[in-house]
C-alpha cells in the first residue's frame, strides 16, 4: 500500500503534480473503473493530492468517477460518495492544515462498516512519519446528513448573507469589516471585500448578480462591483447603524434600515436619497420587498411591522403581535404574504393584503434571527439565539425538522434558489451549506446536547466524567467511549468537575454556585456544598487528603473545602478583581490561582497566606495546571499565550505560542513533559514542554472548552461547546 506514496515522493516536482492531477481522469477515459475506485481509496494518493494540490481538486476525482458512467458496482458508488462527502466536510480544515487528513477521516468514517472504506482508514491509522492524534470514537460530523460544507475565513462574527440569483455564489458580511465572495460550488473564496465603515450587518445582491450594497455599524451603505471588487458610491444619510437592505427588482433602488427607526430609499444609479420612510418607535432591525417592487415591509424593535408604499413613502398597515423585537422579515414569492421572525421565539406568516395574522409557529428556544422563504412559497427556513435551524410547513403550520447547528447562535439564513439548499452564519465565524431534503446526523455522535464545559478522568483510566451546560454529568468507559451513567437532578448547569485520586468521589460546580460530590460507586449525591455567590469556573482536589479548592466566576476568594466533613474552612481573600481558575499541588499544600486581571498566585494553603503574585498574561488567565511533581505550573489565557512558570520562585520559563484566540484550558502528561492545551480556535493542541514546539494538534467543529489525559499519558479527552466529546490517542511519540 505504502508504494505508491515511494513512487510519488521519488517523482520529480513538476511530474508529481501533473500525475496527481491528471491520473483521475486518464483512468476514467480508459474505462478503468476498477483502478480509479483503487486510486480513491487509497490514503496515499489522498494525502499526497491534498498536501501537493488541493483539498477540491480531490473532491472533483470523485465526481469523475461518480458521474462519468463507469461500471462501479453499487457498493463502490456508495463508498466513493460518503469518502467524497467526508473530504468535502473537512475542506475548510484540509485547506490551512494538510497534515490533519487521517484525523478528520476517522472522525466522520469510523462508523462505516464498508470495507473498502475501513481499509483506507487502515491506512491511515498505519502512518508513522509524524506524531499525530487519532479520533477513537467518531466525533465529527458524519457524511449523509444535512451538513454539506463549512466555509471558513472570517475573523469574527457573521451578520449578513447574500445569494446570487444564479446560486452559483454567496457574500457575507462579519464583524471583522470584510464581505467575502464565495464559490458555493467549490467552498473556494474569490474575493474580499473590506468596508470603510468597519463592521458589515446586512447584505443585498442586485437582480443581475454584478452588484452589492451593504450597510454597516458606520451608519452607511456601500455599493460594490463584484466583478472589479470596487466600491463604486457610499451613501449617507442615516445618523445611526444600518441593520437592514433590500435592493428593489429594478435593481436601480434600494431600501435601508437603521437604528435611528427610519427607512431610506436610494438611488443606485447616482447615489442618492429618494425618500425617508418615518413611523416606527424604535430601530428598524429587517426589511423585504414584494415582487413587483411596489411595496416595502419593515420589522422593528419597537414589535411590529410595517408596510409601505415605495413610490409614495406612505404607511400602508402596521401588524402587531410580536411579543419581542421583530428581527426578520421574508416576503412570498408571489408577494401575498410575509413570515417575520421575532425576539419572542416566534414566527409569524401575514397576509399583506389585509394585515391579518395568518398563522404563529413555536418551537424556537430563543431568539429568532433570520428567516428565509423558499422559491416556490411554500417552506420557510428560520434561524435561532438556540443554534438551531428550522423548516416549516407554510399550508400545514408544522415543523418539518430542526437541524442542530452545533453553533451557538444563528444569525444570518439565505436559501438557493433550487428551494433545496440553504447557507447560514453564526457568531462563531462560520458559514455552514447545508442539504434541506436530508435528515440530521445519520449517526449517534459521542456528548451532550450543550455545551460541555469540564472533563476530568480517574486515576487509574477507566473512566471519564463531562459536565456539561444541558445540565448533566456523564460518566464514560474510557476504553470504548460508550456512556456508562449520566448523573441527573441538576437544577443548573455543570460548570466544572474533579475526581478525588481514589476514584471514588467526583466534586462538581454550578452555575448556580453550589458544588456536590457525588459518590461513583452508587452514582448519588453524597451532599450539597453552598458559599458561593456566582457560577463556580474550577476545582482541583488534592491527591493526598480530602482538600478541594473552588472559584467562582465574580467573587475574588478562594474556597478551600473539607471532603470528609463536607465543611468549608475559613475563606481567603484575594487581591483581585476575580479569580478565574485554580490548580492544587498534590500535596495539598499549594494553590496556584489565575486571574481576570491577567494575574497568577501562589498561595500557601496550610499557613493561609500569598507567597507570591506576578502579572503573567495581558488578559484573563482561563486555565492553569501544575505539574505532578509541584516544580513548575502552566498557565493559559485570553492572550492566546501558554507561559510555563517555575512554581516556588513564579520566574517565567518559558512562553508557548501557536493558538490564535483564547486558551480555555490547559492539562499535562502524568510525566510532566507534555501539555495539552484546548482554545477558541477550534483546536486541541499537544506540546513538548522541554523544547515549546507544537507534536501533534486536533481540529474540532466548535470551540474546545475542556481538556484531560489520562494515566497513559497519550489519550486524551476534549469538550466542545458543541456538545460533542473528542476521545483521542496520541501516536508516534517515542519516550527516551
Known amino acids: 500500500m505504502r508504494n505508491l506514496a515511494t513512487r510519488l515522493a521519488e517523482m520529480p516536482a513538476d ?5 496527481l492531477g491528471s491520473l483521475p481522469t486518464h483512468l476514467a477515459k480508459a474505462a478503468r473503473a476498477e483502478k480509479l475506485h483503487f486510486l480513491l481509496t487509497n490514503f496515499d494518493f489522498m494525502e499526497a493530492k491534498i498536501f501537493y494540490l488541493a483539498p477540491e481538486q480531490l473532491i472533483k476525482d470523485y465526481d469523475i468517477a461518480l458521474y462519468k458512467n ?5 457498493s463502490q458508488v456508495e463508498s466513493l460518495k460518503l469518502i467524497q462527502s467526508a473530504i468535502r466536510l473537512s475542506a475548510h480544515v484540509l485547506e490551512k492544515y494538510k497534515s490533519q487528513l487521517s484525523g478528520q477521516l476517522l472522525g466522520r468514517l469510523l462508523t462505516f462498516p464498508q470495507p473498502d472504506i475501513q481499509s483506507m482508514l487502515k491506512q491511515a491509522k498505519s502512518q508513522d512519519t509524524t506524531s499525530w492524534l487519532r479520533p477513537l470514537t467518531p466525533s465529527l460530523t458524519p457524511p449523509g446528513g444535512s451538513l ?8 469574527d462574527e457573521i451578520w449578513a448573507i447574500a445569494v446570487t440569483p444564479d446560486g452559483r455564489h454567496a457574500l457575507c458580511g462579519s464583524s471583522d469589516g470584510t464581505v467575502k465572495l464565495w464559490d458555493l460550488g467549490s467552498g473556494i473564496e474569490l474575493l474580499t471585500l473590506t468596508s470603510h465603515q468597519g463592521w458589515v450587518n446586512t447584505i443585498a445582491v442586485t437582480p443581475d448578480g454584478q452588484y452589492a450594497v451593504f450597510g454597516s455599524r458606520g451608519s452607511t451603505l456601500e455599493l460594490w462591483d463584484l466583478r472589479r471588487g470596487t466600491e463604486l458610491v457610499t451613501l449617507n444619510g442615516h445618523s445611526k447603524q444600518v441593520n437592514a437592505v433590500a435592493v428593489i427588482p429594478d435593481w436601480k433602488r434600494a431600501i435601508s434600515g437603521s437604528a435611528d427607526g427610519t427607512l431610506k430609499l436610494w438611488d443606485l444609479e447616482i447615489g442618492i436619497e429618494l425618500l425617508t420612510l418615518i413611523g416606527h418607535k424604535n430601530m428598524v432591525k429587517a426589511v423585504a420587498v414584494t415582487p413587483d417592487g411596489k411595496k416595502a415591509i419593515s420589522g422593528s424593535a419597537d414589535g411590529t411591522l410595517k408596510l409601505w408604499d415605495l413610490k409614495s413613502g406612505e404607511e400602508l398597515n402596521t401588524l402587531t403581535g410580536h411579543q419581542g423585537w421583530v428581527n426578520a422579515v421574508a416576503v412570498t414569492a408571489n408577494g401575498k404574504e410575509a413570515i417575520s421572525g421575532s425576539a419572542d421565539g416566534t414566527l409569524k406568516l401575514w397576509d399583506l393584503r389585509s394585515g391579518a395574522e395568518l398563522l404563529t409557529l413555536t418551537g424556537h428556544q430563543s431568539w429568532v434571527n ?44 439565505a436559501t438557493l434558489p433550487s428551494g433545496r439548499m440553504a447557507i447560514s452564519g453564526s457568531l462563531d465565524g462560520t458559514i455552514k451549506m447545508w442539504d434541506l431534503s436530508k435528515g440530521d446526523e445519520q449517526n449517534t455522535l459521542t456528548g451532550h446536547t450543550k455545551q460541555v464545559n469540564s472533563v476530568a478522568v480517574t486515576t487509574n483510566g477507566s473512566f471519564v466524567i463531562s459536565g456539561s451546560q444541558d445540565f448533566n454529568l456523564k460518566l464514560w468507559d474510557l476504553a470504548s467511549g460508550n456512556l456508562e451513567h449520566t448523573l441527573t437532578g441538576n437544577t443548573s448547569e455543570v460548570t466544572a468537575v474533579a475526581i478525588t485520586a481514589d476514584g471514588q468521589w467526583a466534586i462538581s460546580g454550578f452555575g448556580d454556585g453550589t458544588l456536590k460530590l457525588w459518590d461513583l460507586t452508587d452514582r448519588t449525591v453524597s451532599f450539597s456544598l453552598s458559599g458561593h455567590t456566582s457560577t463556580v469556573t474550577a476545582i482541583a482536589v488534592a491527591e493526598r487528603g480530602q482538600k478541594v479548592v473552588s472559584v467562582s466566576v465574580s467573587e475574588s476568594i478562594l474556597k478551600v473545602w473539607n471532603l470528609e466533613q463536607g465543611t468549608l474552612q475559613p475563606a481567603l481573600s484575594i487581591q483581585t478583581n476575580s479569580v478565574q481558575t485554580v490548580a492544587i499541588t498534590k500535596d495539598g499544600q499549594w494553590s496556584f490561582l489565575g486571574c481576570e486581571d491577567g494575574s497568577l498566585k501562589l498561595w500557601d494553603l496550610s499557613k493561609n497566606y500569598q507567597v507570591y503574585s506576578q502579572q503573567g498574561h495581558i488578559d484573563r488567565v482561563l486555565a492553569v495546571a501544575v505539574t505532578p511533581d509541584g516544580q513548575r505550573a502552566l ?13 516556588a520562585t513564579g520566574k517565567e520559563l518559558k512562553t508557548l505560542i501557536g493558538h490564535r484566540e483564547w486558551i480555555n484550558a490547559v492539562a499535562l502528561t502524568p510525566d510532566g513533559r507534555r501539555a495539552v492545551s484546548v482554545s477558541n480556535d477550534n483546536t486541541l493542541k499537544v506540546w513538548d514542554l522541554e523544547s515549546g514546539a507544537v507534536i501533534a494538534d486536533f481540529i474540532g467543529e466548535s470551540v474546545l472548552l475542556c481538556c484531560a489525559v489520562t494515566p497513559d499519558g497519550v489519550t486524551i479527552v476534549a469538550g466542545e461547546a458543541s456538545g460533542r466529546l473528542h476521545f483521542l490517542r496520541l501516536e508516534g511519540v517515542k519516550d527516551e
Open 15 to 19: 511530474q508529481r503534480r501533473a500525475t
Open 70 to 74: 463507469l461500471s462501479l458496482p453499487e
Open 148 to 155: 454539506v460544507r463549512t466555509l471558513s475565513g472570517h475573523q
Open 370 to 413: 433570520a428567516v428565509a422563504v423558499t422559491a416556490d412559497g411554500k417552506e420557510a427556513i428560520s434561524g435561532s439565539a438556540d443554534g438551531t435551524l428550522k423548516v416549516w410547513d407554510l399550508e400545514s403550520a408544522t415543523e418539518v425538522k430542526t437541524i442542530n447547528t452545533r453553533t451557538n447562535w444563528v444569525t444570518a439564513i
Open 635 to 647: 498557565s493559559g489565557g485570553e492572550d492566546a499565550k501558554l507561559k510555563l512558570w517555575d512554581l
